[in-house]
């Protein structure tokens, strides 16, 4: 807008839930009307069915432009032998909008020879698409803008856009043609000629919005709409640009217009007068003698004194006609199809239907070559689409598509779902565009209907056993329900959210500010999973979203990205990550220039989709007792009656391979089935009868907490002498003893002390007050207990926030050290190796929960202390150092899982770098890495790698730390 732009091509869109709403469509609104600016945009590939056309181009503000094929095109781009006529592509997205609107205004070719990246190692290649044909478009009104601007011929968005639409050059004139090619082709020089004597119009500036019942035209295809005649009220808004020279224009400005109607079944006012602002006028369509199928019409305003201009507006209206009879089976013989040329037919879904199975035969064909064999002729390529239209909502959530080749004489077969609380389904059918030959075919439609009694089945954990009743509808069916949990869903709160604004760059051009809200979530996964990252309150609105900016980004603790993404759910592009087990934060940032609406978004909840290796399964039996005893007495297979009701009950499954850490708010996301096509593989049911089925979990259970009650009267009384003696937990004797130690160990007051230490920041105080709670009156195993509380605090403080002040680490790393020889010394060693060798079945409870609290505590130690050991500098160490370090590590091994804990490989890193045997470190440094990398194991492998002699490895893994390990978050 800022550079003086006279017009682009936008050659990407989407399916969308409204018209001429959301932030994109605020800049659009803003470039055309205010700044002049000619938009293009590509209608879409989503045709032959009708209300496919994409998002943007769905906008009254721009141009949308369908894509056709020329026979010169077929014959040099595609090298056919035999030329059809100029015809739509089958697969350009058909309008009305859900507003309206016939949403294609023009069409151009849509195919196109453009270059590709040089990594293809090809010079061109030829595409297809909408994207080819709006670019061609554009480049044409490119040409008469140039040639405007040669000249000084004024020109506005609008009255470029009805010069391009009032000199198109038509297509055959029928309905599907309106809704596919628009007005027809560009033509250069008419529209420049049109402009060129037109310049000077009163309404050359003039935006004229048309509304009818808050749409942009007249969209009929309710059966009851379509029984009766029916009257609307159409509204046409003029307005001007927001500019103070216009205000003299805009007191002026009046427009006596003569209003015609295209079709005979459609009539309106004769004549309207139109000045700045909304008028009124009545528009009836009587849809009650129309025959099934698609009808199109167009009430024009034409200036009275200059009709030859063509029309100043129009109001738009499509009317699609089902058959009146309403039949759970359709059948259709003998349909004839040509190439490129949409078959439609509209039908009214039976009460109680929710799907359908669609199966086609091609039965015969008739080729430009007579002398072509029947049994020669190979598979013929069609495209067939069953689409509802539902108010505010895409498209593509109520439509079936398949594009696929028909053997001769060969059935087959599609299931879908359907609705019948959106009436009407239009089965459009294309054989593809670059056939030689017509085909006949022969096509049933099946509809069947089994639904439950509520709308969405969510289930809550612990609750008895879910019954559901159903229903079946006008026919027999087969009924045989299954459950397929596919999903595990992790609600997300945000930790942190930050409102800020952007710079100058994201300054609108009338000068609102955008502000940027991040928020920030974490998770962690406790096993490797694969993962989608959605935002409920934003999934599925894209262009029409209030929202301008609603990407994510996943990092691991490392803040390295493992991937990015939108908000929403597209199944078309993959946003998911293969994570492994560990810590991971989510940044979300949103952007809007109203802080009032960002603030609303400061607690927004991000889903956390984990797929499921194997998707868990609900027992059906038939009662419930079947789901209380656990019987083998299953839910069988049977059919049901017309209109006969039955029911079943869900036994929920085991939760056991989901692992630990399910939390109370996480769910199962999956489906209830009912059903089977006839000629349906098993898999295919997922189609056919399908319903939502969350399976919400419960809090999980919690260890007992400790006695609230204080026993701490015997630890306060203990001797000097009793302070000073060992903890032997192997040397116990007597029950009694093993009680009052677990008592001693759990005391609540020893317990808050132990927590009080990661409180306490400053290291100094932190040692202080240590030795006070050590110099209170405590048994021993409490000593214990404090010593490796202190410890292992000293060492998150080492891990977390280790000081940048060498002296500071030093006197940590010091205290570390001290924390872990008081450890160790209150500790039998050979005590507790004795206890872990007796069999488990010989010691009590408490004595287990002794030794594992003692071995626990040790191993804790010992590992300490060889991290500390490590970091003496061994050119200043002397042997007795490297020998200490030898015995610590052979006493942690004897505790540890040489295979399963990963301190196993660290230590042995650690014992053989100071040995200096590199080769062994370097191995066991890169099982660390495997496990949980780090900058510093990464800096210790490129240090091994050159006492090794081999510079190339030190050089590749110093290259990777700040790709790895890069310190910050990106900026968005």
């Known amino acids: 807008m800022k550079n003086g732009i006279?017009?682009?091509?936008?050659?990407?869109?989407?399916?969308?839930?409204?018209?001429?709403?959301?932030?994109?469509?605020?800049?659009?609104?803003?470039?055309?009307?205010?700044?002049?600016?000619?938009?293009?945009?590509?209608?879409?590939?989503?045709?032959?069915?009708?209300?496919t056309i994409g998002s943007l181009a769905a906008s009254t503000y721009s141009l949308a432009v369908g894509a056709y094929v020329t026979p010169d095109m077929?014959?040099?781009m595609y090298g056919m032998v035999h030329k059809n006529p100029a015809i739509m592509y089958n697969w350009t997205s058909r309008g009305p909008t859900l507003a309206g609107d016939f949403g294609v205004n023009i069409s151009a070719p849509g195919g196109a020879v453009a270059s590709i990246p040089t990594y293809t190692l090809k010079n061109s290649s030829l595409f297809n698409g909408t994207s080819m044909a709006s670019p061609n478009a554009c480049g044409s009104i490119a040409v008469v803008l140039s040639g405007l601007r040669e000249r000084n011929v004024p020109w506005s968005a609008f009255h470029?856009?009805?010069?391009?639409?009032?000199?198109?050059?038509?297509?055959?004139?029928?309905?599907?043609?309106?809704?596919?090619?628009?007005?027809?082709?560009?033509?250069?020089?008419?529209?420049?000629?049109?402009?060129?004597?037109?310049?000077?119009?009163?309404?050359?500036?003039?935006?004229?919005?048309?509304?009818?019942?808050?749409?942009?035209?007249?969209?009929?295809?309710?059966?009851?709409?379509?029984?009766?005649?029916?009257?609307?009220?159409?509204?046409?808004?003029?307005?001007?640009?927001?500019?103070?020279?216009?205000?003299?224009?805009?007191a002026k400005f009046s427009l006596h217009l003569v209003l015609s109607s295209s079709e005979d079944w459609v009539h309106s006012s004769e004549f309207i007068d139109v000045s700045t602002g909304k008028k009124g006028f009545k528009v009836e369509v009587k849809?009650?003698?129309?025959?099934?199928?698609?009808?199109?019409?167009?009430?024009?305003?034409?200036?009275?004194t200059k009709p030859e201009k063509g029309p100043i507006f129009s109001v738009p209206v499509t009317v699609c006609v089902a058959d009146r009879k309403v039949d759970w089976t359709v059948e259709q013989s003998g349909v004839v199809f040509k190439p490129g040329?949409?078959?439609?037919?509209?039908?009214?879904?039976?009460?109680?239907?929710?799907?359908?199975?669609?199966?086609?035969?091609?039965?015969?064909?008739?080729?430009?070559?007579?002398?072509?064999?029947?049994?020669?002729?190979?598979?013929?390529n069609f495209e067939y689409h069953a689409v509802q239209v539902a108010d505010s909502a895409q498209y593509k959530s109520h439509m079936f598509r398949e594009a696929t080749a028909i053997p001769l004489k060969r059935v087959i077969s599609s299931v879908f779902p359907v609705s019948d609380r959106l009436g009407v389904l239009e089965l459009a059918v294309a054989l593809f565009w670059n056939r030689a030959a017509s085909a006949l075919v022969d096509w049933t439609l099946e509809f069947h209907g089994v639904k439950p009694t509520v709308p969405e089945i969510v289930y809550q954990e612990g609750e008895a056993f879910y019954r559901v009743d159903v229903d079946a509808a006008g026919r027999s069916e087969y009924f045989q329900p299954s459950v397929s949990l596919t999903h595990l869903i992790q609600p997300i709160k945000p930790t942190?959210?930050?409102?800020?604004?952007?710079?100058?760059?994201?300054?609108?051009?009338?000068?609102?500010?955008?502000?940027?809200?991040?928020?920030?979530?974490?998770?962690?996964?406790?096993?490797?999973?694969?993962?989608?990252?959605?935002?409920?309150?934003?999934?599925?609105?894209?262009?029409?979203?209030?929202?301008?900016?609603?990407?994510?980004?996943?990092?691991?603790?490392?803040?390295?990205?493992?991937?990015?993404?939108?908000?929403?759910?597209?199944?078309?592009?993959d946003y998911t990550a293969k994570l492994p087990k560990g810590d991971f934060t989510i940044q979300l940032q949103l952007r809007h220039d109203s802080r009032k609406i960002l603030d609303k978004l400061q607690e927004a909840v991000v889903h956390l989709r984990k797929k499921l290796a194997t998707p868990l399964s609900f027992d059906v039996v038939p009662s419930y007792l079947s789901g209380l005893r656990g019987s083998d007495d299953k839910f069988k297979a049977r059919i049901l009656a017309p209109n006969q009701?039955?029911?079943?009950?869900?036994?929920?499954?085991?939760?056991?391979?989901?692992?630990?850490?399910?939390?109370?708010?996480?769910?199962?996301?999956?489906?209830?089935?009912?059903?089977?096509?006839?000629?349906?593989?098993?898999?295919?049911?997922?189609?056919?009868?399908?319903f939502r089925l969350k399976y919400v979990l419960t809090e999980p259970s919690r260890a007992k907490s400790p006695s609230k009650s204080v026993k701490g009267a015997h630890a306060r009384s203990a001797s000097k002498a009793d302070l000073a003696s060992k903890t032997d937990v192997a040397l116990v004797d007597g029950k009694e003893k093993d009680s009052k130690e677990k008592e001693e160990l759990e005391d609540p007051f020893l317990l808050h002390q132990v927590a009080f230490f990661d409180k306490v920041q400053d290291v100094k105080k932190r040692r202080e007050l240590y030795h006070v709670f050590l110099s209170d009156d405590k048994t021993p195993i409490q000593q214990l207990k404090l010593h490796h509380g202190y410890l292992m605090s000293l060492a998150k403080t080492l891990e977390t926030k280790k000081p940048t002040d060498p002296q500071q680490l030093q006197d940590l790393q010091g205290n570390i050290l001290e924390a872990a020889n008081a450890t160790?010394?209150?500790?039998?060693?050979?005590?507790?190796?004795?206890?872990?060798?007796?069999?488990?079945?010989?010691?009590?409870?408490?004595?287990?929960?002794?030794?594992?609290?003692?071995?626990?505590?040790?191993?804790?130690?010992?590992?300490?202390?060889?991290?500390?050991?490590?970091?003496?500098?061994?050119?200043s160490a002397s042997s007795a150092t490297t020998d200490l370090l030898d015995t610590v590590s052979q006493d942690l091994r004897k505790l540890l899982d040489v295979k399963g804990d990963i301190r196993s490989a660290e230590i042995a890193a650690i014992r053989w770098a100071r040995n200096k045997q590199y080769g062994r470190a370097f191995k066991y440094t890169l099982q660390l890495i495997e496990e949980k990398a780090s900058a510093e194991k990464y800096r210790e492998l490129a240090d091994l790698a050159r006492k090794l002699d081999w510079p190339h490895v030190a050089d590749h893994f110093v290259e990777k730390i700040p790709i790895l390990f890069p310190g910050k978050f990106e900026l968005f």
């Open 287 to 304: 849809t009650s003698g129309l025959r099934p199928g698609l009808h199109t019409a167009s009430v024009h305003a034409h200036d009275a």
């Open 341 to 380: 040329h949409p078959v439609r037919q509209f039908i009214q879904v039976p009460k109680g239907a929710t799907w359908a199975e669609w199966r086609l035969q091609l039965v015969d064909y008739q080729d430009q070559n007579p002398s072509t064999a029947v049994d020669s002729v190979p598979a013929m």
């Open 645 to 690: 009701s039955s029911f079943f009950f869900l036994v929920p499954p085991s939760l056991e391979k989901l692992g630990k850490g399910l939390h109370g708010s996480y769910f199962l996301d999956g489906w209830l089935y009912f059903a089977l096509g006839r000629d349906q593989v098993p898999d295919a049911r997922r189609n056919a009868g399908a």
């Open 824 to 875: 160790i010394a209150a500790i039998d060693l050979k005590g507790l190796l004795a206890s872990i060798g007796t069999q488990g079945d010989s010691l009590s409870d408490e004595e287990k929960l002794l030794v594992e609290f003692n071995r626990s505590a040790m191993t804790d130690a010992l590992y300490q202390k060889c991290l500390q050991l490590k970091s003496v500098p061994s050119d």
């Open 496 to 573: 942190e959210s930050t409102l800020s604004p952007l710079t100058a760059r994201d300054i609108w051009p009338d000068g609102r500010v955008t502000f940027q809200l991040l928020l920030q979530y974490q998770f962690n996964l406790s096993k490797p999973a694969t993962v989608e990252v959605t935002c409920p309150l934003l999934t599925d609105f894209l262009y029409e979203n209030e929202i301008e900016g609603q990407m994510w980004k996943l990092y691991d603790n490392n803040k390295r990205r493992l991937q990015a993404g939108e908000a929403r759910v597209m199944r078309s592009i």
């Open 6 to 51: 006279d017009i682009i091509n936008i050659s990407y869109s989407e399916p969308y839930n409204w018209v001429n709403g959301g932030r994109v469509y605020e800049a659009m609104e803003m470039a055309v009307k205010e700044y002049g600016i000619v938009v293009c945009v590509a209608a879409g590939n989503a045709g032959p069915g009708l209300t």
């Open 160 to 250: 470029v856009k009805r010069a391009v639409e009032n000199t198109a050059k038509k297509f055959e004139t029928n309905p599907d043609n309106r809704v596919g090619h628009g007005a027809g082709i560009v033509q250069v020089q008419e529209a420049f000629d049109w402009l060129v004597a037109y310049a000077n119009e009163s309404e050359r500036d003039v935006d004229f919005q048309v509304s009818v019942d808050g749409g942009s035209g007249i969209y009929i295809r309710d059966a009851n709409q379509t029984a009766q005649d029916c009257i609307f009220t159409a509204t046409v808004d003029a307005e001007f640009p927001k500019k103070v020279n216009n205000y003299p224009l805009m």
């Open 74 to 76: 077929m014959k040099n």
